[in-house]
């Protein structure tokens, strides 16, 4: 939908699915709105139509009964033929809708109806004061030419699409209107996120600078440990501003891709992330084989490693294992922490969802993991057993 | 030969209906022929259920209030004496009355 097309932060799948199903409910209520008006519009015409009718084929009745009078008085004295007109087709029925004779095309006639259409034939029933040959109803049949019908379905379709183009439109603009306040609100969340992800860069890189800078040597070991500890504060701080910025910002950035040194990059980040073993006394274990490589955008791959790491280290228990393994054609991360439930599995994926919520997070992680591999054609598998390990696996 | 002819008679007599011998029979020499009293039932009765509903309730109990005769064919052949036939005997009668001047498949 247009109305949601400049937004930064796009809504969520499940609010898009709100308001598809808002937009589809509302058409259906308008279609059927519209087919109630056509409906009774059709019906208006045709009772129109009929009670033009239903004068000319009085007439015609009359002119019938007259002829049936003729031949009752002198039944006896002329032959005993029905009366015929080229005009309408005609049948008379006694008081308890017994057929006496018929010419009519049509087979059933409802005989408490005045006049009626019925298969393209107009019915016209008129009762009988005194009954001629036992007659009490008699019937006149004409062919309906069906002029009325196109000039109704014509009306229908011209003026039936204007109202439905009308309607359609009040739609939209009501949705807009509807969505107005929430767009404010996304629109200010948007514009506060990235003013705070913007003034974040700067303190963080000056932290992290600077402690990289420190000689550790000159400090004493207690101080060493907090300094470290500094440093894990800091780069957690900057793994959320690296998210918040591929979030706000991933669609105005161009990919850049490139041949990537896959066991060069995870060792890279396992050094990025030893700080963090180290706090937790986890221990790694690496099988990472040589020459594997991936064109890909190398600042996405590594915010999809990063982020793996991270999910695994925070969700692992105090002194336990990671397990790093690289292969030809995919690598994955395994912790030994909490695993995910099997029916949490496949929500696992969706922004702002989190499996575990006993450690902090924005449940961020992981929509990034998976937009980042749709965007760069690889595929994430996650596998799980509760409360023993968590095993990620990215394939080629 | 006398006697043949009178046994002859006889023997029609008795294989005649019981529409034949009370209906027709006095019927015949009236002016107002049988086919005429059966439109005038049908042109106020219509359908076979109520015509013979009303033949029949006029034949048991005639009156000036349920016959199908105007004024005037009243006053000139007065009411006629109410019938001596059994309830069965005249349902057969008008039965038969119907099935001769009906309408139903008489016309083309």
Redesign the interface.
């Known amino acids: 939908m247009s109305v949601l097309k400049n937004w930064d932060i796009n809504l969520r799948q499940s609010e898009k699915k709100t308001l598809r199903s808002f937009f589809l409910l509302y058409l259906f209520f308008t279609v059927v709105l519209l087919s109630f008006m056509a409906i009774y519009y059709y019906n208006t015409q045709k009772d129109l139509m009929l009670k033009d009718k239903r004068l000319e084929l009085s007439k015609y009745a009359n002119d019938e009964i007259k002829k049936l009078k003729y031949l009752q008085i002198n039944f006896d004295k002329v032959p005993r033929i029905y009366p015929r007109d080229k005009r309408f087709k005609s049948a008379i029925y006694d008081s308890v809708y017994t057929k006496i004779f018929s010419l009519l095309d049509v087979n059933k006639v409802d005989l408490n109806e005045d006049i009626y259409l019925q298969n393209n034939y107009i019915i016209y029933i008129k009762d009988l004061e005194s009954y001629y040959l036992g007659a009490k109803y008699v019937v006149i049949e004409v062919k309906d030419n069906g002029i009325w019908k196109k000039q109704v379905y014509n009306n229908l379709f011209s003026y039936g699409s204007i109202v439905l183009f009308a309607l359609l439109l009040m739609g939209y603009f009501l949705l807009y209107l509807l969505l107005k306040p929430m767009r404010e609100v996304i629109s200010l969340l948007d514009r506060f996120i990235k003013d705070t992800t913007h003034e974040l860069n700067t303190p963080i890189s000056t932290i992290l600078s600077n402690i990289e800078l420190s000689n550790k040597h000159e400090l004493d070991e207690k101080l060493q440990k907090r300094l470290d500890r500094i440093k894990i504060g800091a780069k957690t701080i900057s793994n959320l501003y690296q998210d918040l910025l591929f979030l706000t910002l991933s669609e105005k950035m161009e990919s850049r891709k490139e041949t990537v040194d896959l066991k060069a990059l995870l060792s890279e980040r396992i050094e990025y992330f030893s700080l963090f073993f180290d706090s937790k006394k986890i221990t790694l274990k690496q099988s990472l084989k040589d020459n594997v490589s991936l064109h890909v955008d190398k600042n996405r791959l590594t915010k999809l490693i990063d982020n793996l790491f991270s999910n695994a280290i925070k969700y692992n228990k105090i002194k336990g294992e990671i397990e790093v393994v690289l292969e030809d054609n995919y690598f994955c991360i395994k912790d030994s922490g909490r695993g995910i439930e099997k029916d949490k599995l496949e929500q696992i994926f969706k922004r702002y969802e989190r499996a575990d919520k006993s450690v902090g997070g924005f449940g961020i992680g992981l929509s990034i993991v998976s937009k980042i591999a749709h965007e760069e054609g690889l595929k994430v598998e996650i596998s799980s057993i509760f409360k023993k390990e968590t095993i990620v696996k990215v394939s080629w | 030969m006398r006697n043949l002819i009178f046994v002859l008679s006889v023997l029609l007599n008795l294989n005649a209906s019981v529409y034949q011998k009370n209906c027709v029979a006095c019927h015949k020499n009236s002016p107002v022929k049988m ?1 005429k009293f059966f ?1 005038l039932y ?10 013979k509903y009303a033949m029949k309730l006029y034949l048991q109990n005639p009156k000036k209030e349920n016959s199908v005769l105007s004024p005037e064919l009243l006053k000139r052949f007065k009411i006629k004496k109410k019938t001596t036939l059994s309830k069965k005997e005249l349902e057969k009668a008008i039965d038969e009355y119907w099935e001769i001047y ?3 498949g ?3």
Do not use: P
């Not at chain 2, 049908?42 to 015509?51: D, G, P, Q, R, W």
């Open positions: 086919d439109y049908l042109l106020k009765y219509s359908s076979a259920i109520e015509t009906k309408i139903f008489k016309l083309k």
